[in-house]
């Protein structure tokens, strides 16, 4: 059974710093591109980032470029977000999701359960 | 940067009801679409891909359409466990990607 486990989200201050995890299971992690996926409090769906299987490409959406920084460790099934300088706009419940698919079409077939993301002073 | 449109944003519905949420594209985006339910407090699941394929386990009252830029999600006949809200989400400018504002369906 494919699961993906999300951690590390919690409150931080503006300007702050919070690195995301989520451990993945029950597939072949490093054949797989891998997502965070964001839900700010109340509102729609929003894709933050992409790393490839090897972790050779990398793409963010343009609100974080600059700031996050997506990274995989395929020795341990697991993948990472690292956010830096966090401002109030990037509050949201972050997920991590896999991919339907080997090949990286780019919808997603799994989901974590998500990790809350609370910027404020 | 391709600009998904959902509509509407929510409606009322009662059971056993037929359902319609459109999406559109600001571009083309072929077939390369993909739909969502989501539930309070969860993470979203995937309900159709390729604009109209159906994902494996998902009942058949639900189906998808369209391709370019108007594409549409329906709901045959709606169950108590239909109520939800739905994403359409592109995936044509892939590795880039965009969610559609959702719909909440809501009981009447």
């Known amino acids: 059974e494919v699961q993906l486990v999300e951690s590390g989200g919690g409150l931080v201050q503006p300007g702050g710093s919070l690195r995301l995890s989520c451990a993945a299971s029950?597939?072949?992690?490093?054949?797989?591109?891998m997502s965070w996926v964001r839900q700010a409090p109340g509102k729609g769906l929003e894709w933050v980032a992409n790393?490839?299987?090897?972790?050779?490409?990398?793409y963010y959406v343009d609100s974080v470029k600059g700031r996050f920084t997506i990274s995989r460790d395929n020795a341990k099934n697991s993948l990472y977000l690292q956010m830096n300088s966090l401002r109030a706009e990037d509050t949201a419940v972050y997920y991590c999701a896999r991919d339907l698919a080997v090949a990286g079409i780019g919808f997603y077939g799994y989901w974590g359960q998500g990790t809350l993301v609370t910027v404020s002073s | 940067a391709i600009r998904i449109t959902q509509s509407p944003s929510s409606l009322s519905a009662s059971t056993g009801d037929r359902v319609t949420i459109t999406c559109r594209a600001s571009?083309?985006?072929?077939?390369?679409l993909a739909w969502y339910q989501q539930k309070p407090g969860k993470a979203p699941k995937l309900l159709i891909y390729a604009a109209s394929t159906l994902q494996s386990g998902v009942p058949s009252r639900f189906s998808g359409s369209g391709s370019g830029t108007d594409f549409t999600l329906t709901i045959s006949c709606l169950q108590s466990e239909d109520f939800a809200t739905y994403y359409c989400?592109?995936?044509?400018?892939?590795?880039?990607?965009?969610f559609g504002g959702g719909t909440k369906v809501e009981i009447k």
């Open positions: 571009q083309g985006i072929s077939s390369y």
């Open positions: 029950g597939f072949t992690f490093s054949s797989y591109w």
């Open positions: 989400q592109q995936y044509y400018s892939y590795p880039f990607l965009t």
């Open positions: 790393i490839k299987q090897d972790g050779s490409e990398k």
